[in-house]
């Protein structure tokens, strides 16, 4: 229920963890061929069609922590995903997160979740990770995680 998913102290077990949600959400919305990867390509469909948009993770680690010009298309990417309402999340392993989506070419710093208009999702991940948003125990940013 609605109540149960606000206050999940009553729920019927355990909430999942940020991180481990998020990649459930991931694995599944690559299932269903709802995943874009990559800037470029996410930025061309946040253009496009935003209100298919309901979900962004933007990636980078030490290794890029320096990379001006990807820095400044994060700051575009967030400002995009703010004004449109698309929950951002960051998380600090590119590898892992690559890994994840199935991404070969490595460019998986920012990867979206979309939605198909009329199409209903057998993913009940996102609205999990949506709830963290909900009950302000929002991660901002996810960590590595040593569970695979």
């Not at 951002?88 to 990867?111: F, N």
């Amino acid at each position: 229920t609605l109540f149960e998913t606000l206050n999940p102290s009553t729920s019927r077990g355990p909430m999942k963890s940020p991180g481990k949600s998020l990649k459930e959400a991931l694995v599944c919305a690559q299932s269903e061929h709802r995943l874009t990867v990559g800037v470029y390509e996410s930025a061309k469909i946040m253009t496009e069609d935003p209100d298919n948009v309901s979900f962004c993770v933007l990636a980078t680690d030490e290794q890029f922590e320096w990379d001006v010009a990807l820095q400044i298309h994060f700051t575009l990417i967030q400002s995009f995903c703010f004004d449109n309402d698309i929950s951002i999340v960051r998380v600090s392993d590119t590898q892992r997160l690559a890994a994840i989506v199935g991404d070969e070419q490595e460019d998986a710093h920012c990867v979206l979740i979309t939605v198909r208009a009329g199409h209903t999702s057998s993913c009940g991940f996102l609205l999990t990770l949506l709830g963290y948003r909900r009950m302000d125990k929002w991660m901002k940013k996810v960590r590595k995680s040593t569970q695979k």
